[in-house]
Structure formats: C-alpha cells, structure tokens
C-alpha cells in the first residue's frame, strides 16, 4: 500500500513539474514575457550591455557550439587554478593543501562536464572557497551550459527562428537559462532545504563530545546551496564523500522525496517545452510517457530484486543463516545492505533510478552494495542515458534515438524518413552514428583495456563478475557524465583519473556537437506539413517503436557485458557465491 | 516471370500491352548470369562497397585460415569441422548476397538486350558542308552533323527533322507499332529518336546528340545497372548500418577481454560467428537487389527512369499535378446529352445532329452518331450528292449542304447564332438559355439548326476515365494532394474536378502557372510531380521534383523531365509514385526485420558460449538449443538462409496498398518488427532440431 501511494505521489508531482516548469521555460526561452520578467530584464540587459554581447543575432550552429566549448573551457581553467592553489586562497580554515593536478584535472573534467565524478572526498580534500567558488561554481556553469545547447538544439529543431539559419545565442541562452530558471529555483530550494535542517554556514566543522566520551570533528559548510545545485541541475557531486546518504545532505523522507523530483524537474520540464515549440503538445506526451514507461520499468525491477533480500541470508537451502528478510512492520525487509534506514527499498531505489537515469549521481545508498541485478538497473540506465537524462543532453540523447529510430522504420510508409518534417539524409546520418558509436566505445574500450592489465586490475576491491561490475560502472558513469560511484573501485589512480577525465570530456562534447550540428543541418532545411502520408511520430505506436529501437540499437550493444558482470554476478549469488 | 502489375493489386488499371518483358528463355539465361555473377562478385574490390557484407568476407577469410590452421589465433578447443563449418556457413551467406545482387541486375540486363538489338552497327549517311553525302557509321555521328535517312533505314542517332516527311516505326523505343509522321517545325513531330525506323520516303536530320548520350544508350545503360548509382537514402542507410556493423564489431572484440577476466576464453570462429550474426547481414546483402528491383519495376512499366533517386523522391510526392486532358479525362469531349428545343422532340434533334455528323471524323462527331444510335435513330442517311461543311476556326461550325438547298449546321453557340442572323431570322432565346444551362453544368453546347429553324442543343461533355476516381480517393488516403490543370474556364473545370474527385484546380491554366502552382507547393516542403510533353512544359517538368515526360513529346520536355514514359500515358504518374513508396517500404521492412532479428540471435549465442565456464547461463537458454556448437551453427545457418528466403520478396517488393502513414507503419511495423523479432526464435529452433537429426 505505501509503495503505491508512494508512486502516486511522485507521478502526480512529476506530471505537475511538467507541465508548470515546461510551460515557463516554453516562454522564456522563446524571448516571452513572464511573472519574473520585471525582476530579471534589468539584470540581463545590463550583463550584456557590461559584456557587449549582441543579444540579438542568431548563431550558426557552428558558433554557438564554439561559444559553448569556449565558455566551458575557461570556466574549466579558472577552477584548475582554484584547486591547485586552495592553499594560497582564503576561506581555508582547515589549511587544505592544493590538489594534484591529475586529481584537479579529472575533477574540472567531471565538473565542467556536469558528470561530478569525484575521485576525492569534498569534506577533507576541498576549502569552503574551492566548494563555493570551485565546486558550486563550476555545477552552476555545467548544469546552465547543458541547458542552453539544448535549447539552442531544440530551436533548430522546431524550427522557432523561421528564416533564420540559427539556434540563437548561446551566452543569451546562458543568462536566460541562469536567471530565469535556475537562480529562483535555486533560491528557493536551498531555503527549503536549509528548513529541514541542511546546514548552510562558513564554518568548516564543528567539535563534539560524542555520546561514548571522545571527541569528535563534525564536518560542514555551505551545504544547502551545494545541494540545491547538485540535485536540480543534474551534477550529482556531494558536499560530503557518503552524498545524498549523509543525513546532512538529506536528513529525512520529504528531503529525500524533494532531491528525486529536483533531479528530474527540468529534463522532465524540458520535454514538455518541446511538445510546446513544436506546436504538438502529443509528440511532448509521447516522449514523456516513454521515458516515463522506461523509468517505471528499471525502478519494478530494481525494486523487486532489492525488496526479495538476499537468498544467501534467508532461504537458500543448506547456506540459509536464516535471517528475516521479509516486511513487516518492524522493518522494511529487502536487502538494506547500504541503504539508510530513513529511506528503505523503495524510496532508495526511485532515487538510484532518478539519479541514473538524469546523469545526476548523487546516491542516498549504495550502489555497490545493491544485489546484482539491482546494480544492474542503474548501470543499464546510464548506459541509455536519456530516461529523462541529465539537463538538457537527456532529452538530445533521446531525439537522437529518434532520428534513429524514424529512419530505420520510417521507410515502411513509403516515403524517404523525415523527423519532425525535416528530411533526415546523409549528413544527418553521420553525425547520429558518430553520437550512437560514442557511448559504446567509451564504455566498452576503456572497461576491456582495464580488465586486461594491472593497471586496471589493482584498484578492485571484488573479482569475478562484481569486479566487472565495478570497471564497467565507472566507465559507464563517466561516458554517460554521471558521476555516480558504484563503489569498491579506488578511482585515484593516474589510470583512473586521465582515463576517466577523457571519457568524461569526450562522452560530453563530441555529442553535444554533433547533435548541434544535426540541429544546424536540420535547420536549413524546408519543412514539410504533415499529412495523413508524413510518419507520425506523436502516436503510442511510434513511442513505442522508438522504445524499441533504443533498448535495441542502444541496450543489446552492452548485453554481453552484463551477462558477464551482473547477471553472472547474480546466477553466482543463487548458486550461493558472492564476491 | 511475375508481372508487376500484381505486384501493386490495388492499382487495378491492367496492362496487357506489356513490353520488354523479357521472353521466358531468357529466364535461365538470367539465372546463369546470376550464378557466374555470385562468384565474381566475391572480389572484395567490389564487396568493399558493402560494408556489411565486406565485414562477412573478412571474416570468411580468417575462417579458411583456421580450416587449415586452427590454432593460428591461439590455442583453441572447438573441433576443426566446427571452424570448416563456420566457414562453409559464412561462404554461402556471401553467396546469397551476391545472389541476390546478380539476380536483380540480370532481369535489367535482359531487358536491356532487347533494346540493345536495334543499337546495331547503323551506317549513316552524313551530308558534308559540300553537299555531298558520306557513309559513316553511327558511332562516328557528332551533335551538330545532318543526315539523310531513306526508307527501311534505321535513324542512327537522336535528332530534329530539318527536311521531308515520313512516317516512322518507333516500336523498338516504345512499343507502339502504329507508324508515326515525322516532319520538320512541329514540337513534338520533328524529333526523332535513334534506333527507330523510317517506314516511307526520307527524312533530314540534324543529330542532337554525342555517341553514348542517345536516348537509347541513356536507356540501356539505365536498364542494366551499368551506371546505377546509389540513391541519396541508399547511402545513407549504409551508412547507418556501417555504424551498426561498427558497434556490434566493437562489442565483439571487447568480449574477448571480458571473456578472458571471467576465465571463460572465448573461440576465435564462434566469435567471427557472433559478430555475423549480430550485423545486419540480411539488409546488408539484399540493399542493392532492392534498388535494382525497384528501377526495374518502373521500367516494367515503360517508364524510363533518368535515376533512382527520382524514383526514390516519387514516393515522397505530396502533390501531383495532372493535365485536364489526356490524363483524367479521356481528351475528348463526347456527346451526352440531346435537349431539343419546345416543340422538337429528342428524336428529331438526335437525327438532325446525326446527319450533320455523318461525314465527321472528329471523335466528337463519332459520339453524337452513336449516342443517336443509342437512342434508337436507326436508319441515319444523308440524301444524295450532299455536300459536307469541314469545321473551320472562322466559321466555328460543321454540317451538310443538301442537293435541295438545306443546310444543317451544328457549332457553337455564337456561330449558329450569327447563321441564323445571317439568314435574316430571329433568334430564338431558348436555344441560348439551353445553351447556357450545359455550359453552368461544365459541358460544352453545341447548337444544331436546319436551314432557320433550331432545333436545340447537344449536350458535349469530357469523359473521365474509368477508375480515376477511385485513384485519386487512394492518392488522399497515402496523403497526396490531387490538382488538376485545363485550359478550360472555371465552370467546366470545377464540374470535371468534381466528378473526378481531385482535391483542387487550375482552370484557364498557361505554362508558366504551372510552374508558379509547383514553387508554391514546394516552398511549402511538398514535393511535386507532373506530367508533360510540351517544349513550353520543360521549366515546370525542370522545377517539379518529379516529372514525367511523355515520349511522344519533345526532346526538350525529355531532357527537362526525369523520366519518360514511352506508352506516353500520363496518368502512369500515380503508378510510378506506388512503385516509389513500394521501393521505400520495402527497404524499410527488410532493415527494420534484420534489426529486430538480432534479439534472438543473443539468446541463441550469449548462453552457448559462457555455458562451459559459467554453467548457470543455462538459465537464458530460452530455445533449449542444447550443445554450444549446435547453438551457434543454427544460428549462423539461419542469418544465412534468411537472405534467400527474402530475394523474392526485395525482388518484389512488399505488399503495397494505399493508405494512410499510419495504418501503413501499424501493418508494417506488425509483420517485419514483431516478426523480425519472433521468426528467428522459431527458424533457429527448426534449424537447431533438423541439426540434431543428422547428430550435430
């Protein structure tokens, strides 16, 4: 019963983010006027009157993409610098020293990227400076990046600038971005926050006796405004090493509750935006209800295999320590191996769901510690990456599945395919095989040449299948800019953290620019009426062949390599052996 | 040989004029040249332009290696006739695909020999600046040269008449036996087309063309496959499925890492065997057959295709635009109706219209005889030594002069009028009422006196062909917009528009709205096809993204369309745009089904090979298939059996009929994507069993 109200609960909120987010950010985005606007135009107008920024031209898609790269890469520098000097900087009362530079170098990958892979722990590697002005910074810039390329993909794609050959302007579509969604969002969901509980000060830790006598250094900082960030915009990355488990990141179930929907609000609200600028409020429905459909499918699964517990404890016969794993009303039941008791299975389970699936990762348990089919869900979630995906690259990733899908079933009414009444040829083509061949490659090269040298080998806490887990997740973490952690894999390593690093850059930008470019191509071409002849891409039966060339063309490219790591793992645990 | 048309069932219209069809002898000739053409289409020179396939030749290659050497790629424990069989398998897929390929080109080809037979070694006999003639022979011929063709020779080269009349066979271009006159200043009468014969007298003849740029040399190698180029989708679907290949390449040998870290090594054979399981072979191999056939079905259809990619872009036509006549209605107005005037009856009004129509050759004289007939006005005969009046553009009136001084007349309605004006007599405003009345109908009056009295009024109308309207309630169903163009002034065009049921019209039509109603259309992302044969419809058959040409017109309305019907029928139009979306479909259906295959094909490979080191895999052994090696062999056998089980189906292609995008995808989507899903569990379990019974 409470797994259900529970449910119900989040889909009615969700449908309301929805459709009230994507509704605002329909208007914004298309230069409307909205309650906010008296507050924010004066700021806009004078950052880019101080700036010089020609707010009206449109961008070729080539400048815009620029622009982006441009952008991102010297916020990326600045906080390189940041890192490594947090020593010499103020706001440093526990003297920190300077990170190494290959650790500096694959933390402003993961968070320009807004992947937050961290191969640190925040409280005792980061001064409060390197948090605000680094860390906060730099999830503030990848978050409000990723929104504007998929704004300015998603002009190219509907089409907004009639007779235009660009997307926009990708520092207006930053601003606006910053203002108008992120800034109030921010606002208020750090006071939400800071009202349940969440610290918000400059003070670094604080000195306790605890309950047995001895002393105790409580770590703390400028969480809430930290939080706020890390869920809304999909970044992930914790003020502390045990992140949204930690009960000053997320002390209790309406916290816990708030931080899932915060994750999903605009990738969620992003789609509903697109049903609205392509004046097909249906085509918006079906994406959601696929995405939706898929999401609910991972979260039954994973919250099946982890409410059954594990057979090893309770009824495997001849091994059986006989341990009650069943709920009650004394306990949860399920495996809450690394879960917190605050949350139990479901609620734990909705936030791994939510958190992989928008390329957040931020955790609230452990996903190490989930049985291996239950692992398995997050790692299959990354590797699709767009079930609502992370702010603004989700919801590319799955038009992208589109294209894809509309040209390989297309045919079948007899015309040449077309997506949104844009011709798909060549050209289009291309750069979607580039963006298909890219997740595979950065997954999958990178885990093999791991599993084969020491290298690679060392850092594994577990062997046998949970250790190809283990490899397979972080890669699949960074390609799909996650920065989730499985856990039981010291990431620290010169290997891990230059491998890392370029997997994370590359699963970021080579995308981006490709679907870019897509959007550029797309853009200068006619656009044809639909009719009863065109392909309609707005019904259940398109949602659902575009479903099935996703789990086709995206999820079959990893099954062998989850035959080997999680579902071995898991055939291993019901003939009695874990790892 | 099947005949197209069965193909599209629902496009009714039958042609028993079928031409080119290749003679059932030819047959084997076909099949012969398919089989040499499966081996030499092996050169991997050739096969590189397949990706999917070349991937499928690599692989058979490092598989020979192994039959010899089987631990040339590391120690392994699979039997040698396990490799060999792996090998034999991969060997007969190639064979398959070139099958296919061969095959389909072969059909082009033997049509292409007939037309090539009258490409013989033509001597020409080339008039010089002096006048003198030389012979040379047709190869020799330049654009530009003027020659002199006598009766019973065959005209060399393409050109325009400069000199003589003549009647011409050009059966050997469109079929057509009836002779044709071809004289010198006309549009369409003076060019002549090389190959075709002169039946009578000479013709000169200035060439137009350069050897190898002839109509003919254009059309055999058009037919043969000799200059096929890829389509625009074609290219870019191999490019898709290059990077599937590629994907599916890089899980492959990534598995072999992850397979060594499990201590489950993996077969170097069983692996070649995963990864050709795993592309897309089936679409792969039959891709090209399925444009080839594609051509060849419009060219079934005495439709020259200038490419495919025009055949490709007529599937995704949005509006066609048809000429009023010749196209929707029959091009001649027939007589329909009698409406005499009061105090006439309909019989005396049918035989006064019929006598003055006796001697009229016109079809619309022909129709008012047998509509008289019809009604029962039997003994119809002009008295003696009557004289007939031809229809003159001055006059605007025919009829018959009588010994005795009377004169029927019939004509428009102006000209009658001023007749029996001119003979000092009142006219009667009945008549014009009556007039008046076909004219707000759409039909065209023509009003039939004797001497000063009028008898009344003959109801002329156009005569839609039989069958459009049911064409153009298909073309609204796919989604095609259906607008007609005439001469004829709005009345008459809106009635015809109506009966025949287009969606729209252009009445008063010139030239150049045709070509202003296609930038319309187009501006709006619609891609139009239209029909022509005039050298004034060249722009709009240049600006349409299809358009057809009638080979009965122009040589400029042939080089500014991108196809040419040789029946010079224009409402093929609708049947070439069927033919293009039945191209799409197909290629569609077979991509989509050889995807959806994939699913199985790891149910039936990921178990068998971890089973050894990891015995619990039993669990995913869903089909039950037993032994890893019989796994794996059924199936490769299955990706391999597959192609030729679907040659007939690319060759001609799925099942067509229209209707909207929707029910097309639901249908479609239902046998080749769930199919494609749920056959090969079934095929390689079939494969699997008969495996069993010869003990492998």
Redesign the interface.
Known sequence: MFEITYLLFFLVASLLITVCLGGYMAKVFNYQPTLLTPIFEPIEKLSLYITGIQSTGSQHWKQYAFDFLLFNLVCGFVTFLILSFQHLLPLNPLHLAGMEPWQAFNTICSFVTNTNWQSYSGEVALSNFSQIAGITFMMIVGAVSGLAVCVGFLRGLTNRHSGNSGLGHFYQDFLKSLLYVFLPLLLVGSLFFISQGVPQTLQQQVSVTALEGAPQNIAFGPVASLLTIKQLGTNGGGFFNANSAHPFENPNPLTNFIEILMELAIPMGLVYMFGVWLKNRMQGWVIWGAMMAVFLSFLWMGNAFEQAGNPILSHLPSISVGIDQQSSSLQSGGNMEGKEVRFGVLPSMLFTVATTGTSTGAVNNMHDSLTPIGGLVPLADMMLNIIFGGVGVGLMGFLLYGIIAVFLTGLMVGRTPEIFGKKIEKPEIILASIAILLHPLLILVPTAIATMNDFGLSSLNNLGPHGLSEILYAYTSAAANNGSAFAGLNANTPWYNISLGIVILLGRYISIIALLAIAGSLLSKTKMEPGPGTLPTNTLLFGGVWLGVILIVGALTFVPVLVLGPLADQLAMLNGTLF | MQNPVESIESFTVQRNDRKHKPAMSNQSLILQQALTGMFTKLDPRLMIKNPVMFVVEIGFLLTLVMSFQPQIFGPTLVTQSYVVGVMVILFVTLLFANFAEAYAEGRGKAQADSLKKTRSTTQARLILADGTEKLVGASDLRAGNIVRVTMGEIIPSDGEVMEGIASADESAITGESAPVIKEPGTDMASSVTGGTKVLSDYLLIKITSNPGESFLDKMVALVEGAKRQKT??E???T??L???T???L??C??????????K?PLDTATLIALLVC?IPTTIGALLSAIGIAGMDRVSRFNVIAMSGKAV??S??I?VLILDKTGTITLGNRLASEFIPVAGKTVDQLARMAACSSLDDTTPEGKSIVELAKRLGVTDLNNPANTTSVEFSAETRSSGVDWEDGTRVRKGAMDAIKRFILDQGWQWSSEAQELAEQVARQGGTPLVVACNTEVYGVIHLKDIIKPGMAERFAQM?????KTIMCTGDNPITAEVIAREAGVDDFVAEAKPEDKIALIKKY?????LVAMTGDGTNDAPALAQADVGLAMNSGTQAAKEAANMIDLDSDPSKLIDVVSI???L??T???L??FS??N??AK?FAI?PAI?IVA?P??K??DIMGLGSADNAILSALIFNAVIIPLLIPLALKGVQ?KPM???Q???R??LI??LGGIIAPFIGIKAISLALNLFGL
């Open positions: 625009p989708n290219i870019a679907l490019v898709l290059a990077a599937l590629l994907v599916f890089m899980v040998v990534t598995l072999v890492f992850y397979a060594g870290y499990s489950s795993l490709e872009a599937g995704d949005g609204r169903t796919m989604g095609i187009q501006s709006q992302g619609l293009g979306k039945q799409l479909i290629r569609g259906a991509t989509t995807v959806a994939d699913i790891y990921i971890f990891i619990a895999m669990a995913f067509f909207s995008a929707n097309l995808l639901t479609n989507i080749y994507g």
